[in-house]
């Protein structure tokens, strides 16, 4: 198996890989990821007005948070490594996917309901319901994702990926324009509407993925991990906690900073993820060619190391609307990696735990980043810095990967 992030140039036979992705499938799956994404848009703005309506006070939405990280960090490795064995019966991957995706559903409409009703009753069993919804959500992503790898061989791997970014990041740039529209919905109708386009997406997904035959697991007796392949994978973990980190570190800072010379912070979030958006596709394709999938990825760290804390010092809305744009193609460039990285650097028969293992450091991410939001926001020149620094750790922790990529085991 090719590595996940080649230093040197792609062989002539990896790029021609790129014939070999299924992509209506992959498009579906990107439908399903988009829809994932509107979710948790739904429910970070409505959060703190669900908890409001049903008598709690908002400092509860961090405590939430916080929470629903850290029990991500788990559940999605678990639920990655358990539709790797779930490969008969009733209890096939996509049992899982289905599974979580209806329970997904159910429980987000569950939200507004229990919400208008009385305490003592069912608004006082909001806080466990959206814990639920957030370890329901758990279970199905890292399975649904790890189909990537099936749908598309590793020489197809990155432009791949770029179409699941490019769907994220047009419900990124989609959601500041769209937030005074959702609220005046209510949350009713906004919590139903996203459930319905979570179980549709998934449908269509379905309806795709049954034209596809089941692989044949290879004969043999897969080789127990050793030293380097277990490092490989608590490498794996890292990077998705440490870019996940960076992430929330940057959105948050960016919009703020870019205040200041007079750009609107909404403005600022659009371009950010409408250039993730358009970047995506072309950045994968370039991935394929001569430059290879490493110096890509490699680059788009080395732009959001050097060019995070660039806003700090640009006068005018102009000069940081721009560099805000490349800073969302420079992660558009990351994101595509990761994702090729997580199942390429892995067996195929263990890709739901890579693809586990990247989401779970995400998750652990998100807790950590609302434990500190619970005891001091930090300033717009912090975030940034730490958002630079996070990116450089990533860079670093990157090569630590690469050890699984020879094809090892990375959990029994």
Do not use: K
């Not at 989609?174 to 449908?203: K, N």
């Not at 043999?220 to 998705?240: H, I, N, Y």
Request: hydrophobic residues 60%; positive net charge.
């Amino acid at each position: 198996m090719r590595p996940a992030l080649p230093a040197s140039r792609p062989q002539p036979a990896a790029v021609d890989g790129t014939g070999a992705a299924r992509w209506g499938p992959v498009l579906a799956l990107a439908g399903l990821h988009g829809a994932v994404t509107l979710a948790w848009v739904v429910y970070t703005l409505y959060l703190v007005a669900l908890l409001a309506r049903a008598g709690f006070d908002a400092y509860l939405a961090s405590v939430l948070l916080t929470v629903e990280g850290l029990v991500g960090a788990v559940l999605e490795p678990l639920a990655g490594a358990l539709s790797d064995r779930a490969r008969s019966g009733l209890f096939r991957r996509f049992f899982l996917v289905m599974g979580g995706v209806l329970a997904t559903s159910f429980l987000f409409v569950a939200l507004p309901l229990a919400a208008a009703s009385s305490r003592p009753g069912p608004a006082s069993l909001l806080p466990a319901l959206l814990i639920a919804w957030s370890c329901a959500m758990a279970v199905f992503r890292a399975p649904a994702l790890s189909l990537l790898g099936r749908y598309a061989r590793p020489g197809s791997l990155p432009l791949a990926a770029s179409v699941l970014v490019a769907a994220g990041g047009l419900v990124g740039a989609a959601a500041p324009s769209a937030r005074a529209w959702l609220l005046s919905l209510g949350p009713l109708p906004t919590f139903a509407a996203a459930s319905a386009a979570l179980v549709a997406a998934a449908l269509v997904l379905r309806a795709l993925d049954r034209r596809i035959p089941l692989p044949v697991a290879a004969p043999g007796t897969v080789p127990a991990p050793d030293r380097a392949t277990r490092r490989a994978g608590w490498s794996l973990f890292l990077v998705g906690t440490t870019a996940a980190l960076a992430f929330r570190f940057l959105v948050d800072g960016l919009p703020r900073a870019g205040a200041a010379p007079g750009a609107p912070a909404a403005r600022i979030t659009t371009a950010f993820f409408l250039a993730t958006a358009m970047a995506g596709i072309p950045l994968g394709r370039l991935a394929l060619g001569r430059v290879g999938g490493g110096p890509v990825t490699a680059g788009g760290l080395g732009v959001l190391i050097l060019g995070a804390t660039a806003p700090l010092v640009l006068a005018g809305p102009v000069p940081v609307l721009v560099c805000t744009a490349l800073l969302g193609a420079a992660l558009a460039a990351v994101q595509n990696g990761l994702l090729a990285c997580s199942l390429s650097a892995v067996r195929v028969e263990r890709a739901g735990l890579g693809m586990g293992l990247l989401l779970g450091g995400g998750g652990l991410a998100l807790g950590l980043f609302n434990l500190l939001l619970a005891v001091r926001r930090p300033a717009p020149a912090i975030s940034l810095l730490a958002a630079a620094g996070l990116y450089a750790l990533t860079l670093g922790l990157l090569r630590g990967v690469r050890p699984a990529a020879r094809g090892a085991d990375l959990a029994r």
